[in-house]
């Protein structure tokens, strides 16, 4: 049974225990206010050294001013995190950055990713935002869960967040009054 708990910042280097390979046959282009589909075909490895350094990082910075992360575990194991930023963004302060979301390959399409979703999103309400603010990878895949998610593109990128991470689709989630949980 996949439990789901918060994550201490003294649990960063357990991002280590994800799986985040996948076949990725499909992926996004961004085009003007929408998106193209564009054929893919190769398969993503798992994190190479510098990039799990980078992960831990961001993990670590968040958690430390302020962030939470959210970690989904199958006995001790970790199999999926999300990672909510810690500051709110946007023109009238009302979005918050889901920085880090991963589920581990053999645990995805299960509804770990959606529970974590939530989970972010009721603290995201509860810190007064009004929209998520997603950056998410141009893969088939996790564009297509954000959007089972009730996310669309982001009509209004952030600047610093698009200068960052051009390539990636940028999307909002309204957040409702009341909990879904």
């Known amino acids: 049974m996949i439990s789901i708990r918060e994550m201490g910042i003294e649990e960063y280097r357990r991002i280590r225990e994800i799986d985040r390979s996948e076949q990725i046959d499909l992926i996004y282009i961004n085009q003007g206010n929408s998106i193209v589909k564009q054929p893919a075909g190769h398969e993503c490895p798992t994190w190479t050294p510098a990039e799990l350094k980078e992960l831990e990082e961001r993990f670590q910075y ?88 009730g996310s669309k593109l982001a009509q209004e990128k952030d600047p610093e967040l698009f200068e960052k991470e051009p390539h990636d689709i940028h999307m909002t989630l309204a957040l409702g009054e009341a909990s879904r949980t």
């Open 62 to 149: 968040e958690l430390k001013h302020g962030g939470l992360a959210m970690g989904a575990f199958d006995g001790d194991k970790l199999v999926g995190f999300g990672v909510l930023a810690h500051r709110l963004r946007g023109p009238d302060h009302d979005r918050i950055q889901v920085d880090l979301m991963y589920v581990s390959r053999s645990y995805r399409r299960q509804g770990i990713g959606t529970r974590i979703m939530q989970l972010l999103s009721d603290e995201a309400r509860r810190r007064g935002a009004k929209h998520l603010y997603i950056s998410s990878t141009e893969t088939e895949s996790a564009v297509q869960f954000y959007r089972s998610c």
